[in-house]
T-cell receptor
Framework: KQEVTQIPAALSVPEGENLVLNCSFTDSAIYNLQWFRQDPGKGLTSLLLIQSSQREQTSGRLNASLDKSSGRSTLYIAASQPGDSATYLCAVVSNDYKLSFGAGTTVTVRA | GAVVSQHPSRVICKSGTSVKIECRSLDFQATTMFWYRQFPKQSLMLMATSNEGSKATYEQGVEKDKFLINHASLTLSTLTVTSAHPEDSSFYIC???????????FGEGSRLTVL
């Protein structure tokens, strides 16, 4: 059974600092990996999707890397802003199309 | 981009009544949709996988007679919470699987409060 772990569970940084969020998974046979953002009381917004054949994806200030062999993905957010405050979730889709979510990292960016 | 619409966003009902939540994929066909439940400050818990034209697959511990799922078309799945009780109060979120890209898109969620 795929297990997804996100570390740290919470993170508080001053505005302008770079953020590093980690996601690890136990089964490297994945179909793809997706990073989401969730604001309080809201649904999930897709940030980046990395296919199993890719090593990284970039969108604006966001960059996500994928290392299947070590079972890790890292989400980098450059020059953080207060608007980046949210919970970030990592979701892994296994080759049998089953989904597994991490518990999330709650980020607070202080102005 | 692809959008998934979920309705209603908030619903308050009396204990014993049934509540239906709709999940629509607006610009792509979704043969597979998922329903999740989320408790405060916790991650999403997969309740069931909804497959168009066939019965839903429920996760262990989820009562299928309590949470009825219907996926009658390629763009619509519904979750009906039957005979709701206060312990069913929660945030319910749906997602749709876009086969062409292998990407998941989520609805905005529905906050159910059972009095």
């Amino acid at each position: 059974k795929q297990e997804v772990t996100q570390i740290p569970a919470a993170l508080s940084v001053p505005e302008g600092e770079n953020l590093v969020l980690n996601c690890s998974f136990t089964d490297s046979a994945i179909y793809n990996l997706q990073w989401f953002r969730q604001d309080p009381g809201k649904g999930l917004t897709s940030l980046l999707l990395i296919q199993s054949s890719q090593r990284e994806q970039t969108s604006g200030r966001l960059n996500a890397s994928l290392d299947k062999s070590s079972g890790r993905s890292t989400l980098y957010i450059a020059a953080s802003q207060p608007g980046d405050s949210a919970t970030y979730l990592c979701a892994v889709v296994s080759n049998d199309y089953k989904l597994s979510f991490g518990a999330g990292t709650t980020v607070t960016v202080r102005a | 981009g692809a959008v998934v619409s979920q309705h209603p966003s908030r619903v308050i009902c009396k204990s014993g009544t049934s509540v239906k939540i709709e999940c629509r994929s607006l610009d792509f066909q979704a043969t597979t949709m998922f329903w999740y439940r989320q408790f405060p400050k916790q991650s999403l818990m997969l309740m069931a996988t909804s497959n168009e034209g066939s019965k839903a697959t429920y996760e262990q511990g989820v009562e299928k007679d309590k949470f009825l799922i219907n996926h009658a078309s390629l763009t619509l799945s519904t979750l009906t919470v039957t005979s709701a009780h206060p312990e069913d109060s929660s945030f319910y979120i749906c997602s749709a699987w876009r086969t062409s890209s292998g990407e998941l898109f989520f609805g905005e969620g529905s906050r159910l409060t059972v009095l």
